[in-house]
């Protein structure tokens, strides 16, 4: 299986921050990854798929970018509807896997 | 846009089956991959396996002696069977439309394992 690290586990920021995750998987796979936000209670919402590509109707404070097996995800300034916890996903291999998460707080 | 919607049974004792059915509305079941996967605190999100609108499967080989993925294509709706249940297979089981993206995504339930 594709091991997917994902750091840091949490962080602190406050509105207005630029905030920078990363996600580094075990073997290269290419631009073949996502991420993810998901809110408490909630399904996870994808927001950037291969890598850099953005969702119709994701704000472009987002942004993701890296290929092969160094990834990162990067809110260039955190909105109060950003807190939230997010994963990156690899989709090279099966099975696909996931980062353990990142969660945002202020 | 598609919509899925899921149930089953969420409170299971060690040892019996998990039984989840998702339908999939205002979305054409053919052409994609559906998927179910879970999260727990202790192992996070994990994709438990897929099948296509034609009925191939692909499951994740640490579960796969114990999952079967089916569907009913005259009724839009696929399932999950988990069996042999121990307490590490609690957690929030969602069904989900793709494989290498996850769009659209059900509900979720909780399913808790306990005597």
């Known amino acids: 299986d594709i091991q997917m690290t994902q750091s840091p586990s949490s962080l602190s920021a406050s509105v207005g921050d630029r905030v920078t995750i990363t996600c580094q998987a075990s073997q290269h796979i290419g631009n073949s990854l996502n991420w993810y936000q998901q809110k408490p209670g909630k399904a996870p919402k994808l927001l950037i798929s291969d890598a850099s590509n953005l969702e119709i109707g994701v704000p472009s404070t987002f942004s993701g970018g890296g290929s092969g097996t160094h990834f990162t995800f990067t809110i260039s300034s955190l909105q109060a509807d950003d807190f939230a916890t997010y994963f990156c996903q690899q989709y090279d291999n099966l099975p696909l896997t996931f980062g353990a998460g990142t969660k945002i707080e202020s | 846009q598609g919509r899925l919607e899921q149930w089953g049974a969420g409170l299971l004792k060690p040892s019996e089956t998990l039984s989840l059915t998702c339908a999939v509305d205002?979305?054409?079941?053919?052409?994609?991959?559906w998927s179910w996967l879970r999260q727990s605190p202790g192992k996070g999100l994990e994709w438990i396996g897929d099948i296509t609108h034609l009925g191939s499967t692909d499951y994740n080989p640490s579960l796969k002696s114990r999952v079967i993925i089916s569907l009913d294509t005259s009724k839009s709706q696929f399932s999950l069977r988990l069996t042999s249940l121990t307490a590490a297979d609690t957690g929030v089981y969602y069904c989900a439309r793709g494989r290498m993206q996850f769009y659209y995504w059900g509900q979720g339930t909780q399913v808790t394992v306990s005597s």
């Open positions: 205002g979305e054409s079941f053919s052409g994609f991959y």
